[in-house]
């Protein structure tokens, strides 16, 4: 019985330990992204796109760690790759419908996986890229890039998306 409880509580213990690690993973990956975002910007937005085009997904391959896979993704995404997986759609159409306050959600997504949802909201820089008034040069860069894009008209506070983790239990 001692035994039994001990491995219980090493498991319990063991699969909140890679909750944290993928949260961290998720938080470095966000600041990696606006770091890099904000040097660019400061050349110009249309210079900070093909930044964003060239260098979001390996700053997101990079942020990753052994058994922890990350990314973001939106219903109405920029990027062709970030359309949501259909474990995350449930939960998604959640959030937009204010359902749900936490600020991520940890699901069971298989057998030994788990996955991590977190809302990225729309903040004031955001709207260079994301909002209703792009200026030409920026917005024709962005449609070069992103001839199926979708991720524009957002205002600030609205949820742009969301970044995920999948992990092992
Ligand atoms: C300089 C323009 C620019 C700015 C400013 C910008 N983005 Fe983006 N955003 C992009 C581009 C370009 C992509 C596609 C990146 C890729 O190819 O992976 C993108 C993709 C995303 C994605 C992934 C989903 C998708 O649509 O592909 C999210 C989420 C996102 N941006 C949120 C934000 C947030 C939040 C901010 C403000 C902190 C922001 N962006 C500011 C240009 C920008």
């Given at each position: 019985?001692?035994?039994?409880?001990?491995?219980?509580?090493?498991?319990?213990?063991?699969?909140?330990?890679?909750?944290?690690?993928?949260?961290?993973?998720?938080?470095?990956?966000?600041?990696?992204?606006?770091?890099?975002?904000k040097a660019a910007i400061k050349i110009s937005p249309a210079h900070a796109v093909e930044v964003?085009?060239?260098?979001?997904?390996?700053?997101?391959?990079?942020?990753?760690?052994?058994?922890?896979?990350?990314?973001?993704?939106?219903?109405?995404?920029?990027?062709?790759?970030?359309?949501?997986?259909?474990?995350?759609?449930?939960?998604?159409?959640?959030?937009?419908?204010?359902?749900?306050?936490?600020?991520?959600?940890v699901l069971d997504i298989g057998k030994n996986k788990k996955g991590i949802l977190m809302p990225i909201k729309?903040?004031?820089?955001?709207?260079?890229?994301?909002?209703?008034?792009?200026?030409?040069?920026?917005?024709?860069?962005?449609?070069?890039?992103?001839?199926?894009?979708?991720?524009?008209?957002?205002?600030?506070?609205?949820?742009?998306?969301?970044?995920?983790?999948?992990?092992?239990?």
């Amino acid at each position: 019985m001692k035994k039994l409880l001990l491995l219980l509580t090493l498991c319990s213990f063991s699969s909140h330990a890679n909750e944290q690690e993928a949260i961290k993973v998720i938080k470095s990956l966000g600041q990696n992204l606006k770091k890099e975002l904000k040097a660019a910007i400061k050349i110009s937005p249309a210079h900070a796109v093909e930044v964003c085009n060239t260098k979001a997904m390996k700053i997101t391959k990079d942020a990753e760690l052994k058994g922890i896979t990350v990314g973001r993704v939106s219903l109405k995404n920029r990027n062709p790759d970030n359309y949501p997986k259909d474990w995350m759609k449930a939960f998604i159409d959640k959030y937009h419908q204010k359902k749900v306050k936490k600020p991520y959600v940890v699901l069971d997504i298989g057998k030994n996986k788990k996955g991590i949802l977190m809302p990225i909201k729309t903040g004031g820089l955001c709207l260079k890229c994301h909002g209703s008034h792009v200026d030409p040069k920026t917005s024709s860069k962005i449609s070069e890039l992103y001839p199926k894009d979708k991720a524009l008209g957002y205002k600030a506070g609205q949820i742009r998306g969301f970044f995920w983790a999948e992990y092992s239990k």
